[in-house]
Each structure stands twice: as structure tokens, then as C-alpha cells.
């Protein structure tokens, strides 16, 4: 594969759809351990995203990681945003000048997502945040790489990990944020950052698997 | 809900602008909700920040002798690093800049990034996190303890250090020893509406109050019927009193309101408080008693205690030029 700047953001326009059918059912999930902000915020930041579309697909893919990350960090605000932010500014720099993203950067750049997030929340895979389904995606990639798998059941692997670290956070504590002052430390329900984190990676890896899309 | 706006989503930058138009001293950088001060000397600059809501934290705390500038996130939300820095620049009078923050996930990250990028720029910066409220178990592992009133007194005694010439290391320092001998305890009476959302966060009976409750709602330790001044006065003390050695201290008292409680309450609850520490042998220097920390138009109070040495006495009454700090 090889994705080029203009398809990553035809991603991002996809997750921006997903984010934004799902309103209500994110606002229900934050509302029932946080703040009940977190749909807003996200959604602020894609819409942000979709208005600078042409300029950001124009982008080298470095630039581009910076650009989103500057944008994801003062438009979603919050946690989120800088989460988001340190993101992917570590995307940035494990991008370097590549022109466009094949299968070993791509594992990469998720790999560099998931220690920016990790370093900047002082968090771990556990703690019932968007860490979860990002560290099991990285995880399940790697594995499927080191064992050969072609480039479709990787991103399938990948797929299936995001999609399980995210169920996963319904039976964890919450160890940051909001949730952890809860009685209950919020278990029983999902985590809506996991939930989002998830659209994101459903959204690039349906993106990828689909034929003719960056190759 | 009603409320005196003009637009709920733009609260925050036409509250600032109210503060900014209403004191001369200070500026309103509007891109960046930042409020600063205008009188730029060569001192340490002592900052604060967090989600709005809270006011008159933190613009209404700046002037001589307290902070130097604030940056405001959106209501009950953190302000994003590139806020902080233009607060962080405004703030610097070239021997860096002490951010005293309360400890919330959201503001821990967004202080920190910006710390890092403002060092970039060549501005030294430190953060201490103020973390007092003993509703919660402090905890190594998770987020832990919150922040809530007790970080005024925090930013009186920095703001007094920097005024007196001390280094950014030494402003940092009498900070962190007053976070470590400053704790709150609170109680609400009523929910609040964050503008933007236009309705109540949740929910609290008539004839029901909960112990503990954080100043964003988060939950308490218990909710229990309407209780007597004295009743209160008694239970937040215990509380506080069981986290830390108060016994034969000399102490500054805050008994805050969060927003709805009248003043006449606040004095009722102060004159009941004084009665339980003179019980208890703590001896109190100085009271600070009104709306320093307030949740919206939450009705409910706190009772902050910090203890004091002689260091922290000649800060805590120092002279303070902000306009909701009097000494």
C-alpha cells in the first residue's frame, strides 16, 4: 500500500462522518462517567478538520501530521485535544520526509500515536482511556507482521484489536480523568475516548482494505 | 435555564472581556483567553489556569502580589497549550514563570505540553499542582486528590514570593510547602448549568446536600438531609482535620462559597467554624470569607485550612493589589 496525504485525509473525513452519526450515543456514554463533553469536542475538531480538507491533503505527510495536530490540540481543547496533539506530533516525526505511507510506516506511526498519548497522559494500557484500543491495535499489526500475514490480514489484525482493546474498557477502572472519581471507577460502561479512538482506527483500516483505495 | 448571556457559546470570551473592560490594570488577549497583567517588571511570574466557571478564578486574582496572568480553558474544560503559552509569555519578566495549577487530568497535560514548548522559546518554567480537596483518597497510581479553593491561598502566597524578589526556585518552593499544608473540604446544595449544555448537570433533591462533591459536580462522599451551619461547620472540619495535623497550628481559614450560597450563610458557617477550631486548639491568623472558588450557580460552600509558619504568615499578608483578594 501506499496512501498518499490526500487519502489520509479522505480518512479523517470518514471518521468525521462516523463521529458525527454518532452523537448521541457518545454524549450518553460521557455523560454517564464524565463530563458529557467529549462528542462536542471531537466533533469541533473534525469539522475544524473537513474546512481545511484541500489545504491539509496538499501537504507533505510530516506537515500534515503537524497541521492536525495543532489543530486537534486547540480546537477539541481539553484532554482530548492535547492528547490528540502529542499524537500526532510524534506521527510527525516518525513520518519524516516520507512522501507516502506503506504498511511498515504505517505500523509506525500508530506505534508513535500510541507512546505520545501514553507519555503525555502518564497513562497505560488499562486505565480505561483511548490508550486501550490504540495499544491492542499496534500489538495485534506488529504481531501479523513479525508472522508474515499479507498486507489485508494485517489491517484486518489491526481492525480486530482496536475493535477489542475498546470493548475491553467496559470492565476496566478508570485510573484518569473524570470516570476515576466515580464510586464505581466506571466500570460497566465503555469509554467514550476508547469509543472514538476506535471510529478513527475502524475508519483507516476500512479505508485501506477497501480495493483500488491506496495503491 | 436562565442566565444573564448573550450567547451560550461564547460566555467565556464575553466574560473576560467584562473583567478585562472593568480593570484597567489588566489585558484581554482574546485569541488566546488569556488575561495578563499590564505592568511588566522584572520578576518572577506567577500564572494559573483551568476551565472557566469558577470566576472570580482566576482573572479576578491578578495584580500585584498575586498572579501575573490567567488563561482561561471553555466552562470546566482545560485550556489548550497554545492559551497557556501566550500566558506564559505575558507573564514572563525574563526570570521565569511559576504555573500553580489544580490537579485535574486535563490541565496536568496541557500544562505540561505548554511548559515544554514555552521552554523551547528559551522561558523557564515550573508547575505545581495543588491537589487539597480531602473528599478524595489521594492516590500514587490514578489521577487522585483534586484541586479546589485552597489553591487561592497557594496563588497569594507565590504571587507575595515573586513580589518580594524571590527566584523562580524559591517561589516554586514556598509554593509546594503551602500546597503541602493547605486541605478543603466542601459540600453542594445544587447542581449548575454549563451554558453550552443548557441543562443541569445533575441532580440533588430538595431536601438533599452532598458531602464532598467536587467543583464540577463530581461525586461526594455521601448525600445525606439538609444539615445546621453548625452541624457543617463540624463535619467539613473533621474531615480535614483526620487528612492532616491541624492541632495548635496557627491556620488561614477559607470558608468559600461556590456560586448561589449568600454571604450571609458564608458568615453564618465562618462564625460556627471558628467555634469547632478554637475546640480543636487551631488557631486562626487570618479569615478569608466569600466567593473565591465558585461552581456556576452552585449553591454549597467549602472550608479551606491552610497552616502557617512565620514565612507564611508575612506572605499570606503581604499586600495584594488583585481585585477579588483583599487582605
Redesign the interface.
Same mark, same amino acid.
Given at each position: 500500500m501506499q496512501m498518499t496525504s490526500a487519502e489520509y485525509v479522505d480518512c479523517l473525513r470518514a471518521a468525521a462522518t462516523l463521529l458525527n452519526e454518532n452523537k448521541d450515543y457518545i454524549t450518553e456514554l460521557d455523560a454517564a462517567t464524565g463530563?458529557?463533553?467529549h462528542w462536542?469536542?471531537m466533533n469541533m475538531g473534525f469539522v475544524r478538520l473537513m474546512e481545511m480538507s484541500e489545504e491539509l491533503a496538499a501537504l507533505p505527510v510530516s506537515d500534515l501530521f503537524k497541521k492536525i495536530a $495543532?489543530t486537534m $490540540? #486547540?480546537v477539541? *481543547? *481539553? #484532554?482530548a %485535544?492535547?492528547?490528540y %496533539? #502529542?499524537a500526532y506530533l510524534k506521527a510527525a516525526a516518525a513520518a519524516k520526509d516520507a512522501q507516502a505511507i506503506d504498511l511498515p510506516l504505517l505500523r509506525d506511526i500508530l506505534r508513535a500515536q500510541l507512546e505520545g498519548i501514553m507519555s503525555? *497522559?502518564k497513562a497505560q494500557p488499562g486505565f480505561k482511556t483511548m490508550v486501550d484500543p490504540l495499544h491492542q491495535a499496534v500489538d495485534a499489526m506488529e504481531r501479523a507482521m513479525e508472522e508474515g500475514k499479507n498486507e489485508a490480514e494485517v489491517l484486518s489484525a489491526m481492525r480486530d484489536g482496536a475493535e477489542a482493546g475498546m470493548k475491553a474498557t467496559a470492565d476496566m477502572e478508570? $485510573?484518569? *480523568?473524570?470516570a476515576?472519581?466515580?464510586?464505581d471507577k466506571g466500570v460497566g460502561h465503555l469509554d467514550p475516548g476508547a469509543v472514538t479512538m476506535w471510529y478513527q482506527l475502524q475508519t483507516l483500516a476500512d479505508f485501506l482494505l477497501k480495493e483500488g483505495n491506496a495503491v | 435555564m436562565k442566565k444573564i448571556i448573550n450567547d451560550p457559546n461564547r460566555v467565556v470570551s464575553d466574560m473576560l472581556r467584562g473583567i478585562a473592560a472593568v480593570n484597567p490594570k489588566v489585558e484581554y488577549f482574546p485569541e488566546a483567553e488569556v488575561i495578563a497583567s499590564k505592568e511588566k517588571r522584572e520578576k518572577v511570574g506567577v500564572i494559573s489556569g483551568g476551565g472557566s466557571g469558577h470566576e472570580p478564578a482566576f482573572g479576578g486574582y491578578i495584580g500585584r502580589g498575586m498572579l501575573s496572568a490567567a488563561v482561561a480553558g471553555n466552562v470546566f474544560a482545560s485550556p489548550s497549550p497554545d492559551r497557556i503559552i501566550k500566558g506564559i509569555e505575558e507573564a514572563n519578566g525574563g526570570k521565569g514563570v511559576l504555573a500553580v495549577i489544580m490537579n485535574y487530568s486535563g490541565d496536568l497535560m496541557n500544562f505540561d505540553m505548554a511548559k515544554e514548548m514555552a521552554e523551547m522559546e528559551g522561558i523557564d518554567v515550573e508547575i505545581v499542582v495543588v491537589k487539597d480537596d480531602v473528599a478524595v483518597p489521594d492516590r500514587e497510581d490514578a489521577t487522585g486528590r483534586r484541586g479546589i479553593a485552597g489553591t487561592l491561598l497557594v496563588h497569594k502566597v507565590a504571587g507575595a514570593k515573586a513580589e518580594a524578589g524571590g527566584t523562580l526556585a524559591e517561589v516554586a518552593a514556598v509554593a509546594q510547602k503551602a500546597i503541602d499544608r493547605v486541605r478543603t473540604m466542601g459540600m453542594s446544595m445544587s447542581s449548575c448549568t454549563i451554558p453550552a449544555v443548557g441543562k443541569p448537570g445533575f441532580a440533588l433533591g430538595d431536601d438533599e446536600i452532598e458531602i464532598g462533591m467536587g467543583i464540577h459536580g463530581e461525586p461526594g462522599i455521601e448525600r445525606t438531609g439538609v444539615k445546621s451551619a453548625k452541624e457543617l461547620a463540624a463535619i467539613l472540619i473533621e474531615k480535614i482535620t483526620a487528612d492532616y495535623d491541624y492541632s495548635g497550628s496557627e491556620v488561614a481559614v477559607m470558608v468559600n462559597g461556590l456560586g448561589a450560597t449568600p454571604l450571609m450563610e458564608l458568615y453564618i458557617l465562618a462564625g460556627e467554624a471558628e467555634a469547632v477550631l478554637k475546640e480543636k486548639g487551631i488557631r486562626p491568623w487570618r479569615w478569608f470569607v466569600g466567593n473565591y472558588m465558585t461552581s456556576l450557580e452552585m449553591a454549597g460552600c467549602s472550608i479551606t485550612l491552610l497552616k502557617l509558619d512565620d514565612e507564611l504568615k508575612e506572605l499570606i499578608d503581604a499586600p495584594c493589589e488583585a481585585p477579588a483578594f483583599r487582605v
Open positions: 463530563d458529557g463533553d462536542a469536542n $495543532m $490540540m #486547540s477539541i *481543547g *481539553g #484532554s %485535544g492535547v492528547l %496533539g #502529542s503525555r *497522559g478508570a $485510573m484518569r *480523568g473524570r476515576c472519581y466515580q464510586p | -
